[in-house]
């Protein structure tokens, strides 16, 4: 089965110093999103990326954080710059469309944020 | 009102047990309606999509109630393989429960 790619797996940094989180969606798929999700608690929507653009965002995603897809295969998350309760599981999931039989969310494996 | 409120549990069941989740959504206008399986520290992975006329996978059904807003599923003869956190999903993958625990013992 196809797979989403999530690098690093685990990423510590210092408070305060820029991270990019990295993501490699699945080659046809055309919906992209950042969930987050504190050890212990639930999985949290951030944001969702289509056509080049942010279609959705939570309050969570506030002007720390952005997303890119500087190309034709990654998606990235930037947090600018880093707080303590940013330390966090960060997935990255894909979907081929938003017709009822492709709606399938795929997620990668996650990343591990901890900031120190 | 929260977009999605899942039974808290945690459900803690013998081997064979049936179970059941159930899952609000305070949005009347979803469309879609998805149940997720989380195991420790792992990503998501979809169980069942939740179609309106209701879907069974095995041991698992899913059924949707439009007119008092809530998906179910329910486990029959649980295995100890089924212990993990069920995630109710709606609004295309931006609406998450915050989990049901389920627990299998022996």
């Known amino acids: 089965e196809p797979e989403v790619t999530q690098t690093p797996s685990h990423q510590v940094t210092q408070m305060g110093q820029e991270v990019i989180l990295r993501c490699v969606p699945i080659s046809n798929h055309l919906y992209f999103y950042w969930y987050r999700q504190i050890l212990g608690q639930k999985v949290e929507f951030l944001v969702s990326f289509y056509n080049n653009e942010i279609s959705e965002k939570s309050e969570i995603f506030d002007d720390q954080f952005s997303v890119e897809r500087p190309d034709g295969s990654n998606f990235t998350l930037k947090i600018r710059s880093t707080k303590l309760e940013d330390s966090a599981m960060y997935f990255c999931?894909?979907?081929?469309?938003?017709?009822?039989?492709?709606?399938?969310?795929?997620f990668g494996s996650g990343t591990q944020l901890s900031v120190l | 009102r929260k977009e999605v409120e899942q039974d808290p549990g945690p459900f803690n069941v013998p081997e064979g047990a049936t179970v059941a989740f159930n899952c609000t959504y305070s949005n009347s206008a979803s469309q879609s309606f998805f149940w997720y399986r989380q195991d420790c520290r792992k990503e998501p992975k979809l169980l069942m999509s939740?179609?309106?006329s209701g879907n069974e996978d095995g041991r698992f059904t899913a059924q949707l109630n439009r007119a008092s807003q809530y998906i179910s599923l329910l486990i029959r003869d649980s295995k100890l393989s089924d212990s993990a956190t069920y995630l109710c999903v709606v609004k295309r993958g931006v609406g998450f429960g915050a989990g049901t625990r389920l627990t299998v013992k022996p």
């Open positions: 939740v179609y309106s």
């Open positions: 999931a894909s979907k081929e469309s938003e017709s009822a039989t492709n709606e399938k969310l795929f």
